[in-house]
C-alpha cells in the first residue's frame, strides 16, 4: 500500500516550534554545538524558530523499543531532519551529535498509534443520531459543519497524547481530504484512511449526502464500489459487517467475499467489523485483513485462534469504547484524568445527559437513567469475554494493535488511548505487551513508505518518538506522563501543544 503519503511538508516543519525569539534564544544558539541542554529548556530555547532542520541527539534517556522488546539505558537518540539516524550506547563522538540535548532521567519509546478512529465523529452526544437521535437539540448537519471546522484541534489532541499516527478506518468520502490535510499539517499525526463502510444495514439519520455508511446488497455492488473507492486510493476498505435476526451471518458473506476479492485485486487490505466469533469467522475465512473489534459474544476457541494465526489476520480490541456509550447515556461517565486534561472541552461538556431537557432525551437514554445499574452489568458482560479474549489471543501470538473508536460518543480523540491500556492491562497485558500493541503492531496497518519507517524507534525510521517523565514498564500508567512528544522531528514540549 505505498499511496500513504509522507508526513508534513518541508516548509511547515519549524524544528522547535512555540518559541520566542528573545535573547535567551539568541544565547542558547550561539553556544557550541556540543554543549548539552536540559529537555524543558531546550524545547523552549534552542534553534530560534527556523525552517532549517538542524541535527540533534537526546542524550542519556532510556531508550525502550518495544517492537524488539529491546531497553537501552544511557542510550543517544540522534535525529537528523525527519528521520532516526541512528540509536547508540556508550560515548559518542560530540562532533557527529549536533545539538545535543540531555534527557537523563526520560523514558524515549517511538511515538504510540491508534489504528482505530473516525474523524467524521467528535465523540460528543451529538454525533450519532443513528445511535442516540439529538436533532432536536442540535442538528446533525451543524454537528458535521463543527466537526470540520475543529479537525486542526483535533490532530494536535492526538499529539499531546503522544499519538504522532493514527488509522481512521471508515467515514464519508471527505475523509480523503482529512488524510490529505493531516498529511500536510506538521501539529499532526500521520493519518491513514478508509473510505464509507460498506454495510449490511443502512443509517440514513448519517447521509447529508456524503453518508459515511453506505448499504450493499448486491456482490456486484460491492465490487462497483470498491473499484469507486480505489480511485481515491484508500489505505483500507472497511466492511461493516452487522449481524441481527434480520441479517444473518450468511446473508451478507457473499458481498464480504466479493468485497475483499476486488479490494485485494487493486492491493487495498480489507478491515472488518465483526464482534460476533461467527462473523468473525466468516470474514477471516473470506479474507479480511483486520479485524477491527473484539469478539464479545462469547470466548474465542482454538480453531478461531489457529485461523488468525495463519492467516496473519491483525485484530484492534477497541475495548473502551463498550463502556462509553453505556457509561455516558446513564449518566455515569468517568472520563480518566488524561480525557479531562487533553480532550475538547466542549465535547467533554456535551455528555452530560442530565443538561439535556426532559422531552428532547430518546428512548434509550431515558431508559439507561431509569436503570443505571443495568447498563453497567451490560459493559461488565461485555469485559468479561473481552478481555479473557484479547489474553488468549495475546498469549498464542496474534498480533495485537491498539485502537480506541475513538470519536464514538464519549471516547474522546486522543487520550482515550490510556484508558484502552488500563483495559488491556485488566485482561492480563504486561506493559511492554501493550506498548508493543500501540507501535510495532500497530504499524502493521500502515503500508508502504510509511508502515516500514514508523512504530520503532531505530535507524531510518521516522523521527515519531514520545518522551516520557517515568518508566511505563513499571505502570503502563506512566505512559501518558509526558514530557516532550517529536513528531516527523518537530518537537513538541508536551503542555505547548494544547492551550
Known amino acids: 500500500m505505498a499511496h500513504i503519503r509522507k508526513s508534513a511538508s518541508k516548509p511547515q516543519r519549524k524544528r522547535f516550534p512555540n518559541q520566542k525569539n528573545n535573547i535567551l534564544s539568541v544565547r542558547a544558539k550561539s553556544r557550541n554545538s556540543d554543549m548539552k541542554f536540559s529537555l524543558s529548556v531546550v524545547v523552549a530555547l534552542l534553534c530560534v524558530a527556523t525552517l532549517r532542520a538542524e541535527k540533534i541527539s537526546l542524550v542519556g534517556a532510556t531508550v525502550i523499543n518495544p517492537g524488539d522488546g529491546k531497553v537501552l539505558p544511557n542510550a543517544t537518540v540522534v535525529i537528523n531532519d525527519d528521520k532516526i539516524e541512528r540509536v547508540s550506547m556508550g560515548k559518542q563522538d560530540a562532533a557527529t551529535l549536533g545539538r545535543q540535548v540531555s534527557c537523563a532521567g526520560k523514558f524515549i519509546l517511538p511515538g504510540y498509534i491508534d489504528t482505530h478512529v473516525h474523524f467524521f465523529q467528535s465523540a460528543d452526544l451529538f454525533t450519532r443520531p443513528d445511535g442516540a437521535d439529538f436533532n432536536s437539540v442540535r442538528p446533525y448537519k451543524d454537528e458535521v459543519a463543527w466537526i470540520k471546522s475543529h479537525l486542526n484541534d483535533v490532530f494536535a489532541r492526538y499529539i499531546r497524547s503522544g499519538i504522532t499516527s493514527v488509522v481512521d478506518v471508515g467515514g464519508p468520502m471527505w475523509n480523503f481530504e482529512v488524510r490529505k490535510k493531516a498529511n500536510a499539517t506538521a501539529k499532526a499525526p500521520r493519518v491513514a484512511v478508509a473510505g464509507p463502510l460498506i454495510s449490511s444495514v443502512s443509517r440514513e439519520k448519517l447521509d447529508l449526502g456524503d453518508p459515511p455508511i453506505v448499504k450493499i446488497d448486491t456482490p456486484d455492488q460491492a465490487r462497483e464500489f470498491v473499484r469507486k473507492l480505489a480511485e481515491q486510493k484508500p489505505d483500507l476498505v472497511k466492511i461493516w459487517y452487522i449481524v441481527d435476526k434480520d441479517h444473518p451471518v450468511d446473508s451478507f458473506r457473499p458481498i464480504v467475499r466479493a468485497t475483499i476479492q476486488e479490494s485485494h485485486a487493486h492491493k487495498i487490505r480489507v478491515a472488518v467489523h465483526a464482534t460476533e466469533l461467527e462473523t468473525a469467522r466468516a470474514a477471516v475465512e473470506e479474507g479480511a485483513d483486520v479485524l477491527v473489534h473484539s469478539v464479545i459474544d462469547k470466548p474465542v476457541d482454538d480453531a478461531f485462534v489457529k485461523l488468525l494465526k495463519d492467516r496473519s489476520v491483525i485484530l484492534c480490541p477497541t475495548l473502551v469504547v463498550f463502556e462509553r456509550y453505556g457509561r455516558t447515556f446513564s449518566h455515569q461517565l468517568n472520563l480518566t484524568p488524561e480525557e479531562q486534561k487533553w480532550g475538547n472541552p466542549e465535547v467533554i461538556a456535551s455528555l452530560d445527559v442530565t443538561k439535556i431537557p426532559q422531552d ?30 484479547l489474553k488468549k489471543l495475546e498469549d498464542s501470538g496474534v498480533t495485537i494493535a491498539a485502537g480506541t473508536d475513538a470519536g464514538n ?86 503542555d505547548s501543544i494544547v492551550r
Do not use: W
Not at 431508559?367 to 478481555?387: F, Q, S
Not at 510495532?440 to 503500508?447: R, T
Open 360 to 389: 428532547k432525551l430518546p428512548q434509550r437514554v431515558k431508559d439507561a437513567l431509569a436503570d443505571p445499574k443495568a447498563a453497567l452489568d451490560r459493559i461488565k458482560k461485555t469485559y468479561d469475554v473481552a478481555l479473557p479474549n
Open 409 to 494: 460518543i464519549g471516547t474522546i480523540h486522543g487520550p482515550a488511548l490510556f484508558r484502552e491500556f488500563e483495559l488491556m492491562k485488566q485482561a492480563g497485558l504486561t506493559p511492554m505487551q501493550i506498548l508493543q500493541c500501540a507501535t510495532a503492531n500497530a504499524a502493521k496497518l500502515f503500508g508502504g513508505e510509511t508502515g516500514a519507517h514508523v512504530g520503532r524507534l531505530e535507524a531510518g525510521c521516522f523521527a515519531d518518538l514520545v518522551i516520557l517523565n517515568s518508566n511505563p514498564l513499571d505502570d503502563i500508567k506512566n505512559a501518558s506522563d509526558i514530557d516532550t512528544v517529536i513528531k516527523n522531528g518537530v518537537v513538541y514540549q508536551a
